[in-house]
């Protein structure tokens, strides 16, 4: 017979209610189900303020770092690779920066055939600079920082500093 059943996942089955239902089941007859979640603490605003008190141990680090927080009466394992956090951050601030870049650009000529500028080629869109500003984002897998106004007449994006400062934390 089993006598200790331990589930292992990645972010695809976290979720609050999940994790209640996970905390709720038992193995048949003995304890409760034991599980263990993957997820980066960056992604879920509800990691914030953990975030920023790993912050200062975290920036300090040469090697990689680790252990162990209590949160909404579960065991929180963290870990922090100094390098690969910098090659990610890296990468990450260049594809944004690219993607603003190209976004300005596109706003710019918006502007200017606005103001009666002609350029060679088809005319630019506001709806076809939002879609393409949707996939770049999308494809990037940015659409939690930089935000794109589809609902908006004219072109518009903003990047949400809250949430890129939590990807850097």
Not at 31 to 46: D, I, K, N, Q
Request: aromatic share 6%.
């Amino acid at each position: 017979p089993l006598k200790r059943v331990v589930l292992v996942a990645d972010r695809g089955l976290l979720s609050l209610d999940n994790m209640q239902q996970l905390q709720a089941l038992r193995v048949k007859g003995g304890p409760p189900l034991e599980f263990v979640l993957a997820v980066p603490g960056r992604r879920y605003a509800e990691f914030d303020e953990l975030l920023q008190r790993l912050d200062a141990k975290c920036e300090t680090a040469t090697t990689e770092v680790f252990g162990e927080v209590a949160w909404q009466g579960l065991r929180l394992i963290w870990t922090h690779d100094p390098d690969r956090a910098a090659e990610q951050g890296r990468q990450r601030q260049a594809r944004i920066d690219e993607i603003v870049a190209s976004a300005q650009a596109r706003a710019g000529k918006l502007d200017a055939q606005d103001a009666g500028e002609v350029f060679r080629g088809r005319r630019l869109s506001d709806s076809g600079a939002k879609a393409w500003m949707f996939r770049q984002v999308s494809e990037a897998n940015l659409g939690a920082i930089i935000k794109v106004d589809l609902t908006g007449q004219a072109f518009s994006f903003e990047v949400d500093e809250r949430v890129l400062q939590r990807a850097r934390l």
